[in-house]
Nanobody, 114 residues
Framework: QVQLVESGGGLVQPGGSLRLSCAAS????????MGWYRQAPGKQRELVAR??????NYADSVRGRFTISRDNAKNTMYLQMNSLKPEDTAVYLC?????????WGQGTQVTVSS
C-alpha cells in the first residue's frame, strides 16, 4: 500500500508563489509516474503537471509558471508555483501510478486572493 501526503498549500496573493510537496511511502516511488491534479469547486478534476522517466508535461494554463520535480532519494514530488492567479485556486492532489494501480493523496488547499 502506498500513502501520499501533500503539504505546502495556503493563502497567497495574486502574483505570489507556493511550493507544494507530496511525500510518498512505499518502495515503488522511483519507478512510478507522478502527477499533480487540481479540483476547484464545481469543476472537474484536471491534470496540472506530470512527471515520468520520459520527462514532464504541463497543462497549457500553467506552463511557464509551474515546475514539477521529484527527489527519488526522499520519495517526494514537488510543484513550484509562481505568478499565481486567482483561477489557480483549488485543492491540489498528487497521484502515483504504477502499472494498472494508482494512488491519490488527500489534497492541499491553495487559495489565491488579495
Amino acid at each position: 500500500q502506498v500513502q501520499l501526503v501533500e503539504s505546502g498549500g495556503g493563502l497567497v496573493q495574486p502574483g505570489g508563489s507556493l511550493r507544494l510537496s507530496c511525500a510518498a511511502s512505499g518502495s515503488i516511488f522511483s519507478s512510478s509516474a507522478m502527477g499533480w491534479y487540481r479540483q476547484a469547486p464545481g469543476k472537474q478534476r484536471e491534470l496540472v503537471a506530470r512527471i515520468t522517466s520520459g520527462g514532464t508535461n504541463y497543462a497549457d494554463s500553467v506552463r511557464g509558471r509551474f515546475t514539477i520535480s521529484r527527489d527519488n532519494a526522499k520519495n517526494t514530488m514537488y510543484l513550484q508555483m509562481n505568478s499565481l492567479k486567482p483561477e489557480d485556486t483549488a485543492v491540489y492532489l498528487c497521484k502515483l501510478s504504477s502499472g494498472f494501480v494508482s494512488f491519490w493523496g488527500q489534497g492541499t488547499q491553495v487559495t489565491v486572493s488579495s
